[in-house]
């Protein structure tokens, strides 16, 4: 071991520096905290934006396609066909996962109190095998599917059945306009009660047999208002958005999940400037108090740093001295960062003892998605920036002089 090291080792164990023992813990306890806040924040943040995400392709999938045509209304849409081409094309596409067919019709809901405006949105059988929408049920159950006629069963979102009064197994008319004198009336009864806490849906959006809207619009079964395309995930979807458009003709139109909902993915990008601004602030406290606790080791030593001198160490041996003992305390600042960083993460993930509004912020509990690549640059980061501002306060050793340290009190 050199004398630098060992040195280095003995520092912090003189009973009398009290003072100096306290200031270690302040910067353990520093570098600790900034990294284990910048690895929740990022974490939860991440989840956030997962999560959001999530909701977003479950209930339009990573793409829309439809009829194109300028010339038509929200209920005279161009229907496609399921035996078009290029939707085989487009399922040996790499990463695609399923497609899922689609109607729409615009309908008023009218309970025996209320009456509302919906979008009634249709699926076939089988969308069961998928279903993100069961992921959402709070109450009732799913859509049931007869083999001869479309089924009257309707999935409510938790804000609709309040405001119609209804509940599972309640009865209610859906009006369906055909003109501006006509319409037709179907009865339906409330099998579900789903809640994805955005408005979006939550206040427009009912689910029923995709069947019934293909009679209404006086469709055969090999017509539909469009398919939602599904992918392993979204950043792949997004890598093969050429490859699909290659396949469609020009009756065909594409639309992502980014372009359809932007308002939200540019809030996530207003978002990650604030909360990188906020935690440049915290990691640069904690540099701050690292200088800080290192002029204070310094400083109580003054007398120890002249006595070497004299007897002939050298600046860079002292400079190494005081090196290697910051190493010491950023090694235990990382160690416990690290534990309690990803030990809060982990008890929300499993337990999500920190609740939320969902009517505020889309979900119930504080979303977590641990990113250990995250975690690994974070942790190196603040091992860069530690390991630099250490630098700094050792070459004040070079300007104290041995006499005058010797004196010093």
Same mark, same amino acid.
């Given at each position: 071991m050199s004398m630098a090291r060992w040195i280095a080792s003995r520092l912090g164990q003189d009973k009398n520096m009290g003072f100096s023992k306290a200031v270690e813990r302040i910067a353990i306890g520093s570098i600790a905290l900034g990294l284990a806040v910048l690895i929740v924040s990022f974490s939860v943040f991440e989840g956030f934006k997962a999560q959001l995400t999530d909701k977003?392709?479950? !209930?339009?999938?990573? !793409?829309?396609?439809?009829?194109y045509d300028a010339n038509v209304n929200f209920d005279e849409v161009r229907p496609l066909s399921t035996a078009s081409p290029a939707l085989k094309q487009i399922a040996q596409i790499p990463h695609f996962a399923f497609m899922q067919p689609y109607s729409k019709r615009a309908a008023l809901l009218k309970s025996d109190t209320e009456v509302c405006g919906v979008i009634f949105k249709g699926f076939d059988k089988a969308y069961e095998e998928n279903a993100p929408l069961k992921n959402y049920l709070r109450q009732g159950q799913f859509i049931q599917f007869p083999d001869t006629v479309p089924s009257n069963d309707l999935i409510l979102s938790q804000h609709l059945s309040k405001n119609l009064s209804l509940k599972c197994g309640d009865s209610l008319v859906a009006h369906f306009v055909e003109s501006k004198t006509t319409s037709r009336y179907r009865k339906m009864r409330v099998a579900g009660v789903y809640r994805s806490s955005l408005e979006e849906f939550d206040n427009s959006i009912v689910f029923c047999d995709m069947r019934l809207i293909q009679k209404l619009n006086n469709w055969p079964d090999t017509l539909v208002g469009g398919f939602e395309l599904y992918f392993e995930n979204l950043n792949l979807a997004e890598q093969q958005t050429d490859l699909i458009l290659d396949e469609l003709s020009y009756t065909m139109l594409l639309t992502s999940v980014l372009d359809a909902y932007s308002y939200f993915f540019d809030w996530f990008k207003i978002i990650d400037r604030n909360v990188f601004i906020f935690l440049s602030i915290i990691v640069f406290v904690a540099l701050f108090n690292i200088i800080s606790v290192l002029l204070i080791m310094i400083v109580e030593r003054v007398e120890m740093i002249g006595i070497l001198k004299t007897i002939g160490a050298s600046n860079g041996q002292l400079q190494r001295i005081f090196f290697y003992k910051s190493i010491k305390l950023m090694y235990w600042g990382v160690l416990w960062g690290?534990?309690?960083?990803?030990?809060?993460?982990?008890?929300?993930?499993?337990?999500?003892?920190? #609740?939320?509004?969902?009517?505020?912020?889309?979900?119930?509990?504080? #979303?977590?998605?641990?990113?250990?690549?995250?975690?690994?640059?974070?942790?190196?980061?603040?091992?860069?920036?530690?390991?630099?501002?250490?630098?700094? #306060?050792?070459?004040?050793i070079s300007f104290i002089k041995p006499i005058r340290a010797i004196r010093f009190q």
């Open positions: 977003l392709c479950d !209930f339009s999938g990573h !793409f829309q396609l439809a009829g690290n534990l309690i960083g990803l030990a809060i993460c982990w008890l929300q993930a499993y337990f999500q003892w920190i #609740p939320m509004d969902e009517d505020t912020y889309y979900m119930r509990a504080v #979303p977590v998605l641990l990113n250990y690549a995250v975690v690994f640059i974070l942790n190196i980061l603040i091992l860069f920036l530690v390991l630099f501002m250490i630098l700094l #306060p050792t070459f004040l």
